[in-house]
Structures are given as structure tokens and as C-alpha cells.
């Protein structure tokens, strides 16, 4: 079973192999779409990488929930993600930390929750480390 330090290891190859980003670029805090550039079909190939280096099963939706923002979802009003969906982001993403995005929970503001940490973490969970 790999350690907290190795599964952050082995993130940060995916990403920087996935995404074409430098080493030091990878930070716990960094965002994946705002700090390394990653587009919506980058998360795809992400995963593939996540699967083949852990050797696990990622199901869809599993690391990047999909669809909770969007304006059909009955999870967002005015542009703003609502308690419900507050509250459906915590249930999908027990690894992200929704505490900020949760006082100003803008739809826009959502990726700000995909963070290498937040991958670390699920990875850590997935993995019972």
C-alpha cells in the first residue's frame, strides 16, 4: 500500500505526463484547471492514467462528479449553486474541501474544487490508505 507521500508522487507524473506541465507547477493547492491548464477532456485522460498507475477502477463520475452544476441539475439558482446541491457535492466529493466554495458558491467557482490534493485524497481513500 503506497504512502500519502507516494500516492502525491504519482500524481503529480500523471499530471505532468497527462498535461504537459512542469514538476514544480504540481502543488498540493494547485487547481487543475485554473493553475495546470487542464481542459474537460484532459479529465478523461487523467483517469485512464489514474487507473494504470494505481492499478484501480475509476468509475465515471467517481473523481470528477459531472453534471451537479449544470442548469438542469435543479442544483443551481441564479448562477449559484444551491444548499441541496451544497449538499450533493459533499455526499459525491467527500475528498474535496467545500468549505470556501460553500460561502460563495458560484457555478464558476466550482472547478476551484479540483485540486491535486483533492485527487490525492480520494486516491488515499480508494486505495485505504
Known amino acids: 500500500m ?5 500516492i502525491f508522487e504519482k500524481v503529480r ?19 487543475l484547471i485554473g493553475d495546470l491548464g487542464a481542459e474537460s477532456i484532459d479529465f478523461l485522460d487523467i483517469v485512464f492514467r489514474l ?30 449553486v444551491t444548499d441541496a446541491g451544497i449538499a450533493e457535492l459533499r455526499t459525491k466529493m467527500p475528498h474535496a474541501n467545500l468549505d470556501k466554495f ?11 474544487l479540483f485540486t491535486v490534493d483533492m485527487m490525492c485524497k480520494f486516491l488515499a481513500a480508494k486505495l485505504g490508505v
Open 13 to 31: 507524473e500523471t499530471l505532468v505526463d497527462a498535461l504537459g506541465v512542469d514538476d514544480d507547477e504540481v502543488t498540493p493547492e494547485a487547481t
Open 2 to 6: 503506497p504512502s500519502r507521500e507516494e
Open 102 to 112: 460553500a460561502t460563495d458558491p458560484k457555478v464558476e467557482k466550482i472547478s476551484d
Open 51 to 80: 487507473e494504470k498507475n494505481f492499478d484501480i477502477k475509476i468509475p465515471r463520475g467517481e473523481l470528477f462528479p459531472e453534471n451537479i452544476a449544470s442548469a438542469d441539475s435543479g442544483f443551481v439558482v441564479g448562477g449559484k
